[in-house]
Structure formats: structure tokens, C-alpha cells
């Protein structure tokens, strides 16, 4: 906190510093982005902005009103509408996992993709176990604009993020206005108000201020509130004559429920099979294991005192962040800009991940604990939907995510003889808490919406295991883990006449330190009975003993290089190549790097680096005639190499895998008259090169499969119509059939939705919206069962799996009113 204070402090004194000085100050760069969609400030040198046109990355933006037509229910939804992101938006308010480009999905989260929040990134890395960064922002009517970087600028320009950026930049009021907003679900229980404003106090002084509040988002018929709270989120500036300084601060806490894979059928035999969308009638799209009758429970946690939980609490976030941007101009065109932010992290993951499936005859001696049938004998004639159903509650006290972030870059232009030379210096600071507390109960359930518990022999009051799921005695974990980043880097630009070449690099040090404590099945009275019976003759405990330990600096050069040239005042064609890399941070304590006193073996540093290799070449056209209206439209071919050492814990695995990925980004924005269409589309051909174990024997059988997840085409397609009193705005969302894991033995189904907004002003001020979500009530299966899980279905070869689904159709009204 010292290092934090000192930082904090001297950013402060720099912007009181350089405050007074005369050089007048133009447009802030947010500003002129939110009301042009052309200019980008992500990803690119100049802190004042560029037009896409000119810049010689991958680069889109979406605006508000863009964001509001495709009417995403969560932030993973807001990210389909994105080129080259794949986004599986089904696993409530946070815990999305998401590529860029090919580049895979091996673990939960975005390991490879850095999520910011005003240009820092929420938290340092992007796949943290059971804390991914989307979980820590809600969107709301805060949100000015999203700005996506795929490749270029990605690798040299941030940390942890070389495929790519996304951007969430919020409002800062100098536009002035305000709204006001309410919700409620048609067919679900779910209430929501959302409220922000923003004014100039003086001149040179405004504000913006805002936030909501949720109740409900009950979309799967759980019977109680598995979504509550919010955030509010304030913003001022203060504009000098050569700067501005602008203070930030947000208060997030909210609880949202967490999807993970569950029962569904299966079809075709071990080496060729399909993943099914239902099991009898429980729907993947529509239902759910939560029920008020599997709602609570006991773990005990790594104090080993026992803990009650309660699955409405699910996603628990909690931000308090505080932050300070400036820009300064110098003298003699050197600008100084500055971003610093602090965030106080915590809350709780918990949610239930289905992993077995058992028939009546493996559940012989078993009764319902309770529902309609509490006390009877489990029998086939009386099993809903043939199976019961093994959840592991993924329980995890998420202690301490704090992090505090600054990033300091100094810039001047050059005239050279007709040329002009944009010249950038920096260095970025981020320190990264990590303390989480595991504890996994096992239970045993009726798998049906509405579910019921089921006592098998051993159960204590209704739970199968107490820290006991997958029969695993080691759940009891404890990390107390920090890590911080100091990357110093460096970036010029040069253009003549319509020739613009740029470089960049970066050196990232990354410092990892701290323990995790391991646990051990022992004896435990869980229902102070004072007796030792059943299940808890073994009970997973903390024995308080590290057995692993992260002590290791690590390090890489990134480096990427540009061209852009303009064909004309509309249309250019680009080229890049990029070198960067993703560090390994909480997950590779369990990758068998270390030996059993936790010194690092042999060359195991370089399973902390992972690195990506980017080329892409493209064109960007914009203000194209095409009929009566305008047509902007961005290309882009790329190809990547990516190399990655990393662990899966369903099942825990160390694995080293190798990628190779092309493919095509498109991009398109068309306006005639009343009628605006936004559509992007990507294309990726992807395979695997070298499959490893992690003690590095070799998986051939692996080689030149498609990486697991990963589809050839995703697409999203928005169309909207504006009329003087009226707006219907549709989205278009699919993606192609992909595998559900690396051995492509599994095949999930690829699907498409549609979405629908109308609006309705009844007044100059006052709007009426009636939103649908999946109109035609699909199910899309976004992961199932990984390599070895399926041997865990008892009963059932080649018949059940799971699968994870996106969430079938939801309807909701909206009153909004502007002032």
C-alpha cells in the first residue's frame, strides 16, 4: 500500500504541476470519439485519438445507441456484436469465456484478451481461477461507448492482452443530459432501474453521475431472486487551459447467478457424437438445477468452521475503484497523459457444475431428501428424466482481487521535411491481490427444473459430501498469491504524405509471489451431533501446509510493426506484424513446474510466458456511396501462432498446446435515410500443431485437430429502422457447429438467435420499449463435456453429457425518460 500511496501521490503532484500551463487544450479524446464513430483512442500512440482510417490495426467501436439495438441482457452478449471475438454469453453476470481470433480457449475467461475499463484493465490477468474480469463491470446507461483492438497495438500497448483489447470507456457528462429508466420482465420476475446525468457546473467543470439497480432476473424459473443490487459510477472533470484532470469513482455490489454445463443428451458412439440441447423435459436453455430446495447448504471453509451458502448469493462482486486521468500539454508539443486507478475487489463465485450422471440402479439405497416425493425410495419409475444428477458447488470466497494500476505516457509530433513524426514513451505499473478460499460441496439432485435433493447413503441432512465434490479430499484451498507488472515501452509514428509506418515495444516484468495451502480429507462433525457417521468420516480440511509456492520473476519482449496507406480520401489498405505474450499467474501452480519444496524446476519459467505471433493485412473504406446511403466497411486477413502452457481443473489437467489460426474479419456500416445496419462476420480456421501433457509427452493423436470451441464462422447482423416517433431495431446472432474438445470426438451444434427492440416516443422525452431476447426460444450449446469428464457417467455411455447453453427467450418492457 506504501508503493500504491506513492504512485497515487505522484500523479497527483505531476497534474498540479503542470496545471498551469498556457497552451490551449482541444477536445478531449472520449468526447470526440462518443459523437464520432470513426475515431478510436484504444489501441492507437496519440492520446488525442485517430481516425480508423488512418490507423494501421484492427480496431471497431460501438456506440451507445449501437449497444442498445442489439439489447444484450449482459455484458458477454455486448461483446458478440464485436469482429473476431467469439463470446459464450451463457453464464449469467459474469464467468464468459472468450477468444480473439482463433487464438483458443483453453481455460475459463479471456486469457489472451485484456478487459479495460477507460484504458487500465480491470484486473492484470484475464483467465484469474473463478474471478474472470467481465464479472467486475455491469453495463449500464454509464456506458458511452465499447472500443475493440484484435492483434496490432494489442501486444506492445497493454499487458496480458497480445490478442487483443476491449475497451469499456464510460460518459463524462460534458455533453450534458440525462435519463431516467425502468424495467420489468414480461415473462420472468425481474425489476430494474437505471438512472444517469451529467452537467457542466461551469466552463471549464461538469459531471457525470449514474448507475442502476436490479431486482429479480429470474429468467429460469428458480423461484426466487437469483440477480440483486448494482452500481453507481461518477465522473469529473476540471479543464485547464493547457490540460484536464479527471477524477473517477464506482461502487459495484451485485448478485448474479451463475450457468455452468449440465445434463443433456448425447448422441452417436465415443469417437463421433453430438451434444443434445435437453434431457427428456429439462431444457438447457429454459431450466436449471436452482431450486428453493437446493438453494441452501454447508461447506466448511479454510478456517475449517462451517459456513452456510446460499446459491442466490452466486456471482457476489464488490468494487470500490477510485481513479485519476490526466492530460497535460507540456510546452514545446510534449503532452503528458496519465491514467491511475485503485480498486478494492472482493465477493464470492458459487454455482453449481454438473459432472455425473446417475441412473436408479448406481443409486440403490438412495431417498429424496425433499421436494413432492421427500422420503421415498429413488426408483426408475420415479427418477424425473431418467438420471440424477452430481453437482459439484463450486464455492470460492473471493478475499482480495485488489489491484492498483497507472499508466504514464509522455508524446511529442515532429515536422521533418514534409513529414510528420509522432514520438511516444512510457511505462505501465499494475499490482494484482489474490486470495481466494475453495471449498466444494457435493450434492446429489433430481435433474428436473425445480429441483429436489436426493439423500444417497452417507448424506448428512440432505448433502452427499460436504468439501467432497468429484470425491476429491482436496477442495480445503487457500491462495494468498500477489503479483505486479512494470513495463516501460516505447512507440513512433511517422507519416509522409499518404504513407504511415509506426513501431512499438514493450518490456513486461512480471513479479509473482505467495502460497497456496493445501487440503487433506479428515473427520468433521458436520451436524455437531457429536458423533462421526457417513459422509463425514472425510471431510476435505485446510491443513494450513503450502504446497505451492509462486516466487519467480519472468519476463518478455513484445514488439509490433505497421504500414497504412490511403489510396484516397476514403480508403486504405494496412499491414502489421506483432510479437506479444500472456503470463501465467494462479493456474500454474498446479502445471508441475515445481518440485514438491515449490523451487521451480528446470526451465520452468517458460511455462509462465505464453506467446502469440500476429500477422494481418487488411483495407478500410468509409463514407462509400452504395445507393442512396453511405457504407463504411473494414477487412482483415490474419494469421497467428500461439503457444500455451496451462491447467484445466474439470478435469485437472496440466496440458501444452501449440496453435496456428487464419482467417478472415469483416466489418460493415451502412446508413440510407431512416435505415442504419451494423454486421460483422469472422471467419477461422484453426488447428492444433503440438499437444503435450505437462511433463511433456507428446499427444499426437491431438495434432491437426480443431481446437475445442472454437467455430469456423460466428457472425452478428443489426439492422434498425428510425422514424419520427418509432425505432425496431433487430440482431441477428449465430455462429457455425464446433467441437467440445481437442480430441473432436464431440461435436456442439451451432445455432443462431434473433433479438427484437421497438420503441415507441410518446412524448418529445418519453420512450416505451418492448424487448425480445432469442425470439424463436433456440438453444445454443457453448461448452460440454471436456477430454476424460464422461467416464464420470455412471450408467450412462455414449447417452448424457453436459452442456452449457445460451438462455432461451426472455421478454421485458421499458420506460425510459430523457431530460
Known sequence: MKLIHRVLMTSVATTAFFSASAYAQTAQPEEVAAENDAIVVTGVISSAGQNKIDTSISVSSLSADTIADSNPTNLAEVFRQLPGIRSESSSGGGNSNINVRGIPISTGGAKFLSLQEDGLPILLFGDHLFAPADGFYKSDTTLARVESVRGGTASTLTTNGPGGIINLIGKTGKSGGGSLGFGIGLDHSDYRVDAEYGANIADDLYFHVGGHFQQGGDYRNSGYDPVSGGQIRLSVTKEFDAGYVRLTGKVIDKKEQAYFPQLVSRTGDATSGVVGTSLGNFSAANHSLYSNLTRNGLAVNGRNQLEPYDTADGLHHKVKSIGLETNFDLGGGIELSTKSRYQDISGQFLGFFSYGALNAASLAGSTYFNGPRAGTAVTSSNLPNGFATEVAVFDVNLDDLSNFANDARLSKTFEMGGSTVDVAVGHFFMHQNFKQDWHWTRLVTTTENDAALINVPGSINGIAGVNQAFGWDGSNRNYDLEAQVSSPFAALAVKTGDLSVDASVRYDNMRQNGIRTSGAGAPFDVNGDGR????????????????????????????????????????????????????????????????????????????????????????????????????????????????????????????????????????????????????????????????????????????????????RLIWAVTPSVNLDQVRLSASWIGTGDSFANDANTLTQKGYSVVHLTGAVNLTDNLEFSLNVNNLFDKAGITESANDGRESLFAGAPNTVTIGRSIQGRTMAANVRFKF
Do not use: C, H, M
Open 532 to 711: 462421526i457417521t457417513g459422509s463425514e468420516a472425510t471431510v476435505s480440511l485446510n491443513t494450513g501446509v503450502a504446497d505451492a509456492r509462486a516466487d519467480l520473476t519472468a519476463n518478455n519482449l513484445a514488439w509490433s510493426l505497421g504500414a497504412n496507406y490511403l489510396l484516397g480520401d476514403n480508403f486504405s489498405i494496412f499491414g502489421r506484424a506483432s510479437s506479444g505474450a500472456s503470463f501465467n499467474f494462479d493456474r500454474a501452480l498446479d502445471f508441475g513446474v515445481r518440485d514438491t519444496s515449490g523451487a521451480l524446476l528446470a526451465g520452468a519459467e517458460g511455462a509462465y510466458v505464453d506467446k502469440v505471433d500476429q500477422y494481418e493485412i487488411g483495407f478500410k473504406a468509409q463514407d462509400l456511396e452504395l445507393g442512396n446511403g453511405k457504407l463504411d466497411v473494414y477487412g482483415t486477413l490474419f494469421l497467428s501462432t500461439t503457444e500455451e502452457s496451462n491447467i484445466t481443473i474439470t478435469p485437472p489437467t496440466g496440458q501444452i498446446r501449440k496453435y496456428d489460426a487464419k482467417g478472415l474479419e469483416l466489418e460493415a456500416f451502412y446508413k440510407n435515410g431512416i435505415f442504419d445496419l451494423y454486421a460483422t462476420a469472422t471467419y477461422t480456421d484453426a488447428e492444433i500443431t503440438d499437444a503435450r501433457n505437462s511433463a511433456g509427452v507428446a499427444n499426437s493423436a491431438l495434432i491437426g485437430n480443431q481446437p475445442q470451441r472454437q467455430a
